[in-house]
């Protein structure tokens, strides 16, 4: 959500913000609208204020036994007047709030301009992409090669995209979430919270998933909503509260399950676990005063980072270009693992600066020491990282001639001190 006061303080600018995300001119419709919504609003005050002092004569007239049918008809006409004109500020508020809401964030200074995914920029790399001695398998390959990662079996009870893994592949999969969650927490000072995967609206509201991109969500009869990822009920926490300054940063860690639509991605990953509808995730929040949110960025993306370090994955960071960040985002760091296997770079965590984006839909704010609110907070998202994709980063870097998986020194204690996990 944008700020209507710098909107009106900075058209051209605010204009020249959205040009970069490829949208028309927005501020002069904005204004006109915020012009109608503050005009019905004044109008609407002077009506009420003439009511009350109307009605006071009124009562004084009565009391008196004084002739009341004129100040009766003035009333009336109040009465209709301030119905009518409170109608007009609620439509002008309306059209404000959705058009507002309907627009992504302002790009930071240093998010290079390009269309899409090609004019993404490589920040850093780090290890060099693995050359195996023998042809390379995909995971899907590897698992199905020893029958533990079953596509057709969770077809048949779920529906595409989905899977079943069983024995030494879900012994993975489980230990990988639980490496990520116990680093993030006794290294990285993160506090673990388990999430509800189901969420109201208003929660979804909050992050920016709604109204724009329902279709991605899955809903249930009710009207609550399966979360995308648990950024959506950790960032809410702060709803409709005045946190106090020195509370802040607040950190939150939380491995859940993820569900998506892929409303889109028709044809894209249909082979293997890369676009899945349910996926385990470990997921970075942190909310913090404005002043310190870019260093906080730099430092959640180095969590994330540190992840594809300890199990000995190359991996690349991405600065991404306007046409490829985010709706919600001001800047957004993707990091990108080698799967050999597909012989490319395939994104396994993005980690994004909203600033005060979602906290202006919360309603969001904290209290500086003086004890008086001092602003809206901001909030901040990193996967660290998906599991499913380190699950098969691991499988395909560190696999074996054998089909079996060597384990980073870091992981082996997850999974009983094993240096190599056989997958028949």
Known sequence: MHDIRLIRAEPDAFDAAMARRKLEPQA??????????????????????????????????RRNGEDTSD??????????????TEAQANSADGALKSILESLPNILDANVPDGADEAANVVAKTFGEPTVLAFPAKQHFELGEAGGLMEFERAAKVAGSRFVLLRGQIARLNRALGQFMIDLHTAEHGYQEVEVPVLVNAATVYGTGQLPKFEEDLFKTTDGRYLIPTAEVPLTNYVRDEIVPGAQLPIRFAALSQCFRSEAGSAGRDTRGMLRQHQF????????????DSEAEHERMTRCAERVLELLELPYRRMLLCAGDTGFGSTKTFDLEVWLPGQQAYREISSCSNMRDFQARRMNARYRGADGKPAG??????????????????VMENHQQPDGSIRIPQALRPYLGNLDFLPLV
Do not use: C, W
């Open 280 to 291: 385990p995730k470990v997921e970075l929040v942190s909310i913090t005063a404005p002043e």
């Open 376 to 393: 809206f907070m901001h909030t901040l998202n990193g996967s660290g990282v998906a599991v499913g994709r380190a699950m098969i980063a």
């Open 71 to 84: 100040l009766t008809r003035r009333l009336n006409e109040l009465t209709e007047a301030i119905y009518n």
């Open 28 to 61: 002069d419709g904005i204004i006109f609208i915020d012009e109608q919504r503050r005009t019905a609003l004044t109008a609407l005050q002077q009506l009420q204020a003439e009511k009350k002092k109307l009605s006071d004569s009124f009562g004084k007239a």
